[in-house]
Nanobody
Framework: QVQLVESGGGLVQAGGSLRLSCAVS????????MGWFRQAPGKEREFVAG???????YYADFVKGRFTLSRDNAKNTVYLQMNSLKPDDTAVYYC????????????????WGQGTQVTVSS
């Protein structure tokens, strides 16, 4: 059974930082693409960043220069370092997994974590 477990969310002031982690079990992590999405109340789930099996990384325009995505295949874990956080970044953040190459479309992912709340106060 594939499991994705996010951690690292919380409450932070604007301008602050958080690091989200997503630990994966039950599938071959090294051949997986991982994506981070977020969903704010009343809004659709949106793509934040994705990393391919070979390390290629893609960011949504609204996080470029602020967020950094990385993966540690030895630990079956992907990390999202979030700096210069803004109140608009407030959302539940989800990690997701699919085969090989990331996608910006949530429906393309096969497995999802339970989500972690990120709240940025002004």
């Amino acid at each position: 059974q594939v499991q994705l477990v996010e951690s690292g969310g919380g409450l932070v002031q604007a301008g602050g930082s958080l690091r989200l982690s997503c630990a994966v079990s039950g599938r071959t992590f090294s051949s997986s693409a991982m994506g981070w999405f977020r969903q704010a109340p009343g809004k659709e789930r949106e793509f934040v960043a994705g990393i391919n099996w070979n390390g290629g990384i893609y960011y949504a325009d609204f996080v470029k220069g602020r967020f950094t995505l990385s993966r540690d295949n030895a630990k079956n874990t992907v990390y999202l370092q979030m700096n210069s956080l803004k109140p608009d970044d407030t959302a539940v953040y989800y990690c997701a997994a699919k085969v090989l190459v990331h996608s910006t479309h949530p429906n393309d992912y096969n497995y999802w974590g339970q989500g972690t709340q990120v709240t940025v106060s002004s």
